[in-house]
């Protein structure tokens, strides 16, 4: 018999590996284009420079403290169920991951700038950015696991 884990790997390897590409790419961004520009504005995904002071879709423009409240609520019970999700399998592990490192990367962006950086651009969709990718990603996942946990106690 194999013990657990004491920490979870993919949790860990994921927000790491999110926070890094969504620095990377809000830097590269900033650096090359002046808010409002767009890149390659003829393809179906191009990116387009903005800063979104609301939260998505750019609701609530005014209350980035509420924002930075959910984002540390999200942080504060991750790291409390931390040694848990070792127990968890590896893909619910890595949306937890998702989820982690991008509630941080944007709360950094909200403390550090007072925005968001925000550059994803696709039809009919608002703009995003990485850190809201991984998001939305790993709230799919979990919210996956909560269903099936459900069925399996039913």
Do not use: C
Not at 68 to 92: D, S, T
Not at 102 to 107: K, L, R
């Amino acid at each position: 018999m194999t013990r657990p884990r004491r920490w979870p790997l993919w949790t860990g390897a994921a927000a790491v590996a999110l926070f890094a590409l969504d620095r990377i790419t809000k830097f590269w961004v900033t650096n090359a284009l002046s808010p409002g520009q767009e890149l390659w504005p003829s393809w179906p995904v191009h990116i387009l420079y903005t800063e979104n002071s609301g939260a998505a879709f750019s609701i609530l423009p005014e209350a980035d403290w509420l924002f930075l409240a959910v984002a540390l609520g999200v942080v504060l019970a991750i790291v409390w169920k931390w040694r848990m999700l070792a127990l968890q399998p590896a893909w619910v592990q890595l949306g937890v991951g998702l989820l982690l490192g991008g509630a941080i990367a944007n709360a950094l962006d909200r403390v550090s700038q007072g925005f968001v950086v925000d550059f994803i651009q696709i039809p009919h969709w608002p703009v995003f950015n990485v850190a809201d990718s991984g998001i939305t990603i790993g709230v799919v996942l979990l919210v996956v696991r909560i269903t099936l946990a459900g069925r399996a106690s039913a």
